[in-house]
């Protein structure tokens, strides 16, 4: 799924300038919550595949905490 980040841009320059009405800021915080989403599992993706390698050359795979 690919975030409209150009809709995100165009509705917080929007804001700045005029104001939004109720369904945009209702879109905006939709489309907010999904580019977090997206960014937060690409991280957790990435940090689901990185190892720690100690000074032996022994690699351990990072713990969720």
Known sequence: MAV???RINELARKAKEEGLT???KQ???KLRREYINSVTGGLRAQLDNTYIVDEHGNK???KKP
């Open 60 to 62: 351990t795979k990072l």
């Open 22 to 24: 109720p369904a945009e």
């Open 27 to 29: 879109e905006q915080a």
């Open 4 to 6: 409209d980040v150009k």
